[in-house]
Structure formats: structure tokens, C-alpha cells
């Protein structure tokens, strides 16, 4: 008996005869980019290295659309943005060792923020592997040792037939939920071997669909359904699962008053009736959630941002939808479901039954309105123009890449996003250097549409070199530089907390004669024409860079209070 799936597998006249009939000059390289093209890869990411040679002589024979930066960790930025932005798995290509190395903090973002990066190095050749010290080039006794505590998962290749399912299986891995950075290495003798292996035509490496438990949904919209004052924190697993749609259906037919962390930007209306906004960091916010009698959590772990730095102490029962198993309950006793943000939400609509709830809005405008008093009563003028300009000259549908900076922060309560997956920061595991790789990653997915990049000029040192990239791909990027002369979010942690600061100052070059050194159109701008000058360069194609000389302060926490 014939089954429709043994039809399927098996091979065309076609197929046969290109597999017995494979194109001459074919190294194990050739076996890695087929594989990328055959899941689904368009475009690659990287930084080419001694070892990992065999790999890039092989893209001169593929489709696929190489973009190589100039440092390591900066291609790893890239590529996150480039998962993020298009919620496929975005290929790395690095070399041994050093150039492994050094893509450490980028894939620590990527794993801390679920977005779908697969890293793929070259190794030692096989002779050398196994622990001993054989004096090889860029040798470690372990290399995958050094990203196991990082990536979701390690896959190690040790002959040309392990790699076709080798990045299979690291792509599978990379996008399911919670997405993720995967790790691929193989030895560099076994991507120069010439190779008489069949072109890898087709892959199939679907990821698996994370469903909720029916029972749990159930007791889940009993007690939504139920509740007096419900109220939704939702987070970036919200926008990775495209499930905003779904969000925004359930907190209207609930009447349930929506906060978002600094990951979940835009995934709820900025000026819808029950947004709060994310003014997460305010304990005027936080007061309103620990008195709601049922508190829904959606794609958040509710870690220090998203918990006011864990002040967050809630009073009533507390439903957490969370992908990342290690997530769930880890800060706060709850109804727990392990499943993806947009099937968990959809089986809630299915269930709860519609509230009615008149005050809700109501409750929502007098937070906001505490919460704009508070700042206000801080003098944050400056501030709060220079965020109001940004927002203004950037397109609604445009996104942006924050790196750690004053302003960034400011962003992570104080900017609409206009819409999800369109605000992107570093807050995942919070190092400097992500905003303008990033952007250039945003720009190569989306070439349609301008993409801005923000950082201080300390974060800025770590992408300089990025420039050449910008310039050498045309990317369509505005590059926003906050120059304060130094650390200005150290600067002033260390004068509140020590009286003054050490170690945070900066001697730094003149960033728009740098620009231009570069071939990049660079503009130096004050508060009062930030807004016409980077509106601007946005709307000019290819990149550009613009300078603001400012000194910019935060607004007061609420999270030491008493």
C-alpha cells in the first residue's frame, strides 16, 4: 500500500539525476550554503577568517546575498536584527577561535531578546579536536564549551555528510519557540574537502508549533472572565509570535488595561483607551498592577525592567503565558502555561467570556495623568523634546535600533512605537555597541524603508568601523549620536551613588568629519533643528550620520522609594 507521504519522499527523475550527476569543484562549503538556500536563507551575515575559507569560496556558487561587517560581534547585531525583523533564522558565517569569540555578546543579546540567529564556525581541522594541545591556529580545547551557557543549542559536525542535517537541525532549533541563537561548528578541513555528495536541494527542518494545555486555557479565561479589576503586562513574546492582533481582540473583550515591557514595544495601541503605555518603571504603574485580582502575563518572565527592578510585589492570582520554559513562575508563583504567546492567546478568546467594564478606562487615564505629573514635576524639558523630535521625523512605519543610552532609556517608556516589532533595543542583556549594526542588519531585510539607529557617543566607539559597511552596502540607515563626552547613564549612576564619577570620560573624534572620511553624508544638529535635520537624512537614501552635542538626564526611578 502506497502512503501519500512515500510519494513525497520519493525522489524525481530529475532529482536522480542531478545526484548522480553532482557539479564538478564542490568543497564541504558548498554542503553549508546549499543546505542555507535550501531551508529558506537569502542572505548571510559575517566576517571570512583562515579557517572558514571553505565557506565563503562557496558563496561565489550561491544565490545567497553575502553582508560582511568588519567586526565579529557587530555581524552578530546584524544578524539579530535581521531575525527579528523578519522572524526567520539569520545565517552568521564565522571563523575559529578569535572571530568565534568575539560574536559572544552579540549572540547574549540574541539569546536574551529569542531572536533566531544561526551561527555557524569553522573549527581546528579533525585531527586536532578532542582536548589535546596540538599548537593549531586559533585552537581552543572546547570551542563549543564557550557558547553552550550562551546559544539554545550546539551542534557539532564532524564529516561532510553531518552537515546538511546538522544546520537542519540548528535552524529548527533557532526557530522555535522561544526563538533563538544556534551554534554550528565544523572543522576547517572538512570545508575544504572537495566533495562528490549530491547538491543539497530541499531541507526540511519546520519548527514545532508550541501549543498551550487545554485544561490550563480553561482555568485561565475562568478566571479572566471573572475578574473585578484584570490588567495585562505583555512582552516581547507578544511581538515575536505576531500576536498583537490577538492581544489587543482579548484586553477589549475583557476590558483589561494592557501595560508593555521595554521588549513588548508597540505590541498594544499607544493611545488606545486601555494602554498604559510602557511606563513599566513608575510606581504609579506598578501600584495599579499589584491591585488588579488577576494579572495576565504574556511573553514576559517579569525580570528586573519588566518588575521595577522586582519591586513588583502582585497581590492577586497571576496567569503567565511564557515560551522560554525557564522563564515560567521564575519570579512570581502563577497559573503557568508554557506555550507560544499567539496560540495561548488565541485558545483565551475561544473561552473567556466578554466583561463590561465602564471604569477601566477611566483607571487607565488617571495612572497616565500621575504619571505625566511626576516627570513633569522634574523639569525634564529638554529631555522630553529631544524624544518628541525623534518621533516626529522618523516614518510611523519605519523601524529603530537603541543602543544603551540615556535616550534609549527614556525610549523604553516615553516612545510610541507606532506598532510591533518596530523598537528594538540591547535592554535584553544590555551591552553597548548594538543600535547601528543592528539597524544595518534592519536595513539589508527591509531596503524599503529608512531605519534609525541611536547611540551615545560611547556606544558609537564600538561601531565606527561599521561605517565602511554602511557605505560599501548603500544601507539605508540614519545613525542618531547622543554626544555627551563620555558614559552618561555611568556618569551619572556614579555621581548618585559615589558623588562623582571615574573612569567615564571620553576623549572622542569628531563624528560628522568622520562620517564623511567614510563617504557618509554627516550633520551636526542642536535640539532646536534635531527634528528637520534627521527627518532630513531619513528621507535621503543610503546612510547618514547625525551628531547631537547634548547632555541628557533621566527622570527619577520610583523603584528605590522608601
Do not use: C
Amino acid at each position: 500500500m502506497t502512503h501519500d507521504h512515500d510519494l513525497e519522499l520519493r525522489p524525481t527523475p530529475a532529482q536522480i539525476s542531478a545526484a548522480l550527476n553532482p557539479p564538478p569543484g564542490r568543497n564541504g562549503g558548498d554542503l553549508v550554503v546549499e543546505t542555507l538556500a535550501g531551508l529558506g536563507a537569502t542572505t548571510v551575515f559575517g566576517l571570512p577568517g583562515q579557517h572558514a575559507l571553505g565557506m565563503f569560496d562557496a558563496l561565489r556558487r550561491s544565490a545567497l546575498r553575502y553582508v560582511g561587517l568588519r567586526v565579529e560581534n557587530n555581524a552578530g547585531f546584524a544578524a539579530d536584527a535581521y531575525g527579528r525583523i523578519t522572524g526567520e533564522a539569520a545565517p552568521l558565517l564565522l571563523s575559529t577561535g578569535p572571530g568565534a569569540l568575539t560574536s559572544l555578546a552579540a549572540l547574549q543579546e540574541a539569546a536574551a531578546a529569542s531572536a533566531p540567529v544561526l551561527a555557524i564556525s569553522s573549527q581546528i581541522p579533525t585531527a586536532g579536536l578532542g582536548g589535546g594541545r596540538h599548537g593549531y591556529l586559533h585552537e581552543l580545547p572546547d570551542q563549543a564549551a564557550s557558547f553552550r551557557g550562551v546559544v539554545k543549542s550546539v551542534h557539532t559536525v564532524r564529516t561532510q555528510s553531518q552537515i546538511p542535517s546538522a544546520i537542519a537541525a540548528a535552524w529548527k532549533s533557532a526557530l522555535t519557540a522561544p526563538h533563538g541563537p544556534v551554534w554550528v561548528e565544523i572543522p576547517q578541513d572538512v570545508l575544504l574537502a572537495q566533495t562528490s555528495l549530491p547538491v543539497v536541494t530541499g531541507a526540511d527542518a519546520t519548527p514545532e508549533a508550541l501549543a498551550p494545555r487545554p485544561e490550563l486555557t480553561a482555568v485561565a479565561a475562568d478566571l479572566l472572565s471573572r475578574a473585578a479589576r484584570p490588567a495585562i503586562i505583555a512582552g516581547g513574546g507578544v511581538v515575536r509570535a505576531d500576536a498583537s492582533g490577538k492581544l489587543r481582540q482579548l484586553a477589549e473583550v475583557l476590558q483589561a488595561p494592557v501595560v508593555t515591557t521595554p521588549g513588548g514595544k508597540g505590541a498594544f495601541p499607544w493611545k488606545h483607551p486601555l494602554s498604559l503605555q510602557s511606563w513599566i518603571e513608575d510606581r504609579h504603574t506598578t501600584d495599579f498592577l499589584e491591585d488588579a485580582d488577576v494579572l495576565l502575563v504574556v511573553g514576559s518572565g517579569l525580570g528586573e525592567l519588566s518588575s521595577n527592578y522586582h519591586t513588583f510585589k502582585p497581590r492577586g492570582r497571576v496567569v503567565q503565558i511564557e515560551a522560554d520554559l525557564g522563564k515560567l513562575e521564575s519570579n512570581h508563583p502563577a497559573l503557568g502555561i508554557h506555550a507560544d504567546a499567539r496560540l495561548a492567546l488565541q485558545a483565551l478568546l475561544e473561552t473567556v467570556s466578554e466583561r463590561t467594564d465602564p471604569t477601566a478606562p477611566e483607571r487607565v487615564r488617571t495612572v497616565l495623568s500621575k504619571v505625566a505629573e511626576r516627570i513633569a514635576s522634574q523639569e525634564l524639558t529638554l529631555e522630553q523634546d529631544v524624544l518628541t523630535s525623534v518621533r516626529r521625523a522618523l516614518p510611523a512605519d519605519s523601524p529603530s535600533f537603541w543602543d544603551m543610552t540615556i535616550l534609549a532609556y527614556w525610549a523604553w517608556s516615553a516612545f510610541d512605537a507606532k506598532g510591533p516589532n518596530l523598537l528594538h533595543s540591547a535592554q535584553g542583556a544590555g551591552g553597548l555597541g548594538y543600535g547601528f549594526p543592528a539597524a544595518l542588519g534592519a536595513a539589508a531585510a527591509d531596503p524599503t524603508r529608512p531605519v534609525l539607529a541611536v547611540s551615545g557617543d560611547g556606544g558609537a566607539l564600538y561601531s565606527i568601523a561599521e561605517l565602511a559597511t554602511a557605505r560599501q552596502y548603500a544601507l539605508n540607515v540614519t545613525w542618531l549620536i547622543i554626544d555627551d563626552g563620555g558614559y552618561g547613564i555611568l556618569r551619572a549612576y556614579m555621581t548618585d551613588a559615589f558623588g562623582q564619577a571615574t573612569a567615564t570620560e571620553l576623549s572622542r573624534p569628531d563624528y560628522v568629519a568622520l562620517a564623511e572620511s567614510f563617504g557618509v553624508p554627516g550633520v551636526r544638529t542642536a535640539p532646536e533643528t534635531l527634528e528637520t535635520d534627521l527627518a532630513k537624512a531619513l528621507s535621503q537614501p543610503g546612510p547618514s550620520v547625525v551628531v547631537l552635542p547634548a547632555v541628557l538626564r533621566m527622570f527619577a526611578p520610583t523603584h528605590l522609594d522608601g
